[in-house]
């Protein structure tokens, strides 16, 4: 059964070194996932893709407050304005569910990972608050070892939710 594990990180550096951990015991980049606020002053209308010139985040390097060296470990990595939330810098699978969102926020594309809305509600405000969601969603053979890679390197609040 697939399952969701998910934490927040409070540093940068923190969340790069869990994913790169991750990478380095087999986790696929389609099973890993990162949402942190984006720090930059950008207008835009709410749910739309922000495009910045000076950022590549495929390579793993960006401006202000984004996550660069995390997200040049993950690919889908984008920048996207979430109602309710502002500027966010998003990479893995739940980019994807975020891309478009115009009701229902970061917690809304949480539902599709098994995650239940109130704790995706907590979640988003944490995100709000300039913490990073790394979520890993994996078989769950492997579930006890994302949990622990995460709380090795420092996240808070990690649980695991099986996907229905």
């Known amino acids: 059964m697939e399952t969701t594990v998910i934490g927040i990180m409070q540093g940068n550096s923190q969340a790069e070194e869990a994913v790169r951990d991750m990478r ?14 984006d720090e930059r002053e950008e207008t835009q ?3 739309s893709e922000i495009s910045f010139e000076d950022q590549n ?7 202000g407050g984004a996550i660069g060296g995390v997200a040049g470990l993950l690919m889908g990595a984008g920048a996207l304005l979430i109602p309710g939330v502002g500027p966010i810098i998003a990479a893995g699978p739940l980019a ?5 969102v115009v009701t229902g926020g970061i917690a809304g594309g949480l539902i599709d990972f098994g995650i239940p809305e109130e704790r995706g509600k907590e979640y988003e405000e944490r ?4 913490d990073i969601l790394v979520a890993v969603k994996t ?4 579930v006890d070892s994302a949990a622990s ?3 090795r390197h420092g996240a808070e609040e990690v649980e695991s939710h099986p996907v229905e």
């Open 24 to 37: 380095e015991q087999g986790f696929e980049e389609n099973e890993i996932s990162i949402v942190t606020r």
């Open 45 to 47: 209308e709410e749910g």
């Open 57 to 63: 985040l495929g390579d793993g390097t960006a401006t």
């Open 96 to 100: 994807g569910a975020l891309t478009g």
């Open 127 to 130: 995100v709000k608050k300039g």
């Open 139 to 142: 078989d769950g053979e492997r």
């Open 149 to 151: 890679i995460l709380r």
